[in-house]
């Protein structure tokens, strides 16, 4: 653990700054709610230790949807999503997430994931993870231009979605 946590204080403290809402929880309590609600189980075929970062990051989007849906039930009609989200100015951008963003932008990834796995995994690695597009290559030995290729594509899949 004394070797791995760094990496994942780092991840949840990136995780974390990209809702425009402050969180309610801290980078280490997201780390634990990760390790109890998803981690714990097992079942992963970590195959390195970079594999794992990423796993933990996916993890830890989750968590953070699962809390904005939360935040949302709470406030407005108990778990209805709004049906316009013409009034969040920056919905297009998805560093400023608040709740409904967060909640969005989870289903859009699953989306994602379902019409374009590898996007969704370059997206997941470079956007939520914090890898460099480099270190994505390492991981999953395609070419730099592959994974270029496969974060723009998400990436542009994912801003004409959340404009839309």
């Known amino acids: 653990m004394r070797l791995v946590m760094p990496r994942l204080h780092n991840i949840a403290v990136q995780q974390l700054q990209r809702e425009r809402h402050a969180s309610p929880i801290s980078p280490t309590e997201l780390i634990h709610e990760v390790w109890l609600k998803s981690l714990r189980k097992g079942g992963y075929q970590v195959r390195d230790r970079e594999h794992f970062f990423a796993i933990a990051a996916r993890a830890m989007r989750q968590v953070l949807v699962d809390l904005a849906r939360s935040r949302l039930a709470e406030t407005r009609g108990h778990g209805q999503i709004p049906a316009s989200l013409d009034d969040h100015p920056n919905y297009a951008d998805p560093r400023m997430a608040g709740p409904v963003q967060m909640v969005e932008i989870g289903i859009l ?13 370059v997206v997941e690695m470079h956007y939520f993870a914090g890898f460099t597009l480099e270190e994505i290559a390492t991981i999953t030995g395609l070419s730099f231009r592959q994974v270029r290729h496969r974060w723009e594509k998400g990436r542009d899949w994912l801003k004409d979605k959340l404009s839309g």
């Not at 990834?109 to 995994?121: G, I, K, P």
């Open 109 to 121: 990834m699953d989306r994602l994931e379902q019409t374009d796995c590898a996007a969704a995994r």
